[in-house]
Every structure is written in structure tokens, then in C-alpha cells.
Nanobody
């Protein structure tokens, strides 16, 4: 049984930073791509960032490039999202996800490529 547990969300002022973590269990963590998605009130869930199995590849959506960094520590079964220079429009529930298939060095930037999801952690950025 795969479990993904996010933490690290909270309330921060614009320009501030947060680091989200996601601890995974149930499958060999290093075999799968991981990703972060977010969903703001009244909006659809959107892709944020993804990292391949041994971090050889990463991909971030344009709106967070230069501000967010995705990383993983396969020895700790943990995924991270470092978020700097936060903006009010980053306010959302952030979800981590694990790919359905072993993708090797490829990344996954669509929700349909992910089989498992965490419960989400709220990030609120005040102006």
C-alpha cells in the first residue's frame, strides 16, 4: 500500500519561503518519478514540478521557474519542494504524487501519469 504524506505548508508573507516535504512508503521510492501539483480554490489541479527517479531530470512549470526547486533524497524516501519568492498566486493546496510506471530518466508532467497522491498541504501567501 503506497502512502504519501506531505508536510511543511503554512502561512507566509509574499516574498517569503517554505519547504514542502513528502515522505513515501509502500514501493521502492527510487524506481519512480515524483511530482508536485497544486490546486487553488475554484481552480483545477495544476502541475508544478517533477523529478526523475535518480534526479537526472527535473521540469517545472513556467510560473515557478527560478523560484521553486524540486529535489529528492532516495535514502530517506522523501521528496522536497523549496519555494522561494512566494507570491499570493502561489496560494493553494499542494499535493505530491508518485508515477504509475517506472520512467527511468524521464519525468512526468501530467496528472494521468501519476498513480498515487498525498492528502495535500495548504500553502497560503499573504500580500
Amino acid at each position: 500500500q503506497v502512502q504519501l504524506v506531505e508536510s511543511g505548508g503554512g502561512l507566509v508573507q509574499a516574498g517569503g519561503s517554505l519547504r514542502l516535504s513528502c515522505v513515501a512508503s509502500g514501493r521502492t521510492f527510487s524506481n519512480y518519478a515524483m511530482g508536485w501539483f497544486r490546486q487553488a480554490p475554484g481552480k483545477e489541479r495544476e502541475f508544478v514540478a517533477t523529478v526523475s527517479w535518480i534526479s537526472t531530470s527535473t521540469y517545472l512549470t513556467d510560473s515557478v521557474k527560478g523560484r521553486f526547486t524540486i529535489s529528492r533524497d532516495n535514502t530517506k524516501n522523501t521528496l522536497y519542494l523549496q519555494m522561494n519568492s512566494l507570491k499570493p498566486e502561489d496560494t493553494a493546496v499542494y499535493y505530491c504524487a508518485q508515477s504509475a510506471a517506472r520512467l527511468g530518466s524521464s519525468v512526468a508532467n501530467t496528472a494521468g501519469e501519476y498513480a498515487y497522491w498525498g492528502q495535500g498541504t495548504q500553502v497560503t501567501v499573504s500580500s
